[in-house]
């Protein structure tokens, strides 16, 4: 079965500062992998999302991500956060020949002014 | 111009109601799901539905009933609420697409907060 492992539970950072958030998934066959954001009390939005092609995936709000093949990981990054970016943040697999969503179970990230 | 719209946003209710939730989606897509997010914030699927046909029915309780009368709408159903229930419901859809017919991405609606008491 799919699962998709968050590694960080919370993280708190002060604005400025660099982010990035680990995601590793289990699935031995060809993935698509997103994250998504959830600012409080709003829905889900995409950040960004890979299929295929060039590994590093630029996203919106300037997050970008890495698919590393070899470590089933499909970390985020951000060089320099804002405290607009408090929020959950969500990585989510689907195999590809399949239609829901596995989820993590989410980072908070916590942007201090 | 809701992409997908759920209602209501918010739901109380006592233990041992009937109560829906409703979803539309003006997408076009022909691809709708119902999610959960628990207190602690874990989104897990229930259900999906493609082309009114179900697609997808994860373990969950038959109390849960969803409803599609077309592609458009995704109506849940729940029958004798209980406290375990009350979460957040997120409605989603997406477009099976492309040669290799995989999935886009999905668009996620407000969410409906349920709360039993």
């Known amino acids: 079965a799919q699962s998709v492992s968050q590694h960080n539970h919370h993280v708190i950072l002060s604005e400025a500062a660099s982010l990035e958030l680990g995601c590793n998934y289990s699935y031995g066959g060809t993935v698509n992998l997103f994250w998504y954001v959830q600012y409080p009390g709003q829905h889900l939005q995409l950040l960004l999302k890979?299929?295929?092609?060039?590994?590093l995936v630029k996203g919106i709000k300037g997050f970008e991500a890495e698919f590393i093949k070899s470590k089933f990981s499909f970390n985020l990054r951000k060089p320099s956060v804002q405290w607009s970016d408090t929020a959950e943040y969500f990585c989510a697999v689907r195999g590809q020949a399949g239609t829901a969503l596995i989820f993590g179970k989410g980072t908070t990230l916590s942007v201090s002014s | 111009d809701t992409a997908v719209s759920q209602t209501p946003k918010y739901l109380v209710t006592q233990m041992g109601n009937d109560k829906s939730i409703k979803c539309e989606q003006n997408?076009?897509?022909?691809?709708m799901y119902w999610y959960k997010q628990d207190s602690k914030k874990f989104l897990k699927i229930m259900f999906s539905?493609?082309?009114?046909?179900?697609?997808i029915n994860e373990t969950v309780p038959n109390r849960f009933s969803p409803k599609s009368p077309d592609k458009a709408h995704l109506n849940l159903h729940i029958n004798s609420l209980e406290l375990g229930d009350s979460a957040v419901y997120f409605c989603?859809?997406?477009?099976?697409?492309?040669?290799?017919?995989?999935?886009?991405?999905?668009?996620f609606g407000p969410g409906t907060r349920l709360t039993v008491l």
């Open positions: 539905y493609n082309n009114k046909e179900l697609i």
């Open positions: 989603a859809s997406s477009q099976l697409t492309g040669v290799g017919r995989t999935y886009n991405e999905q668009f």
């Open positions: 890979y299929f295929s092609g060039d590994p």
């Open positions: 997408l076009g897509h022909d691809t």
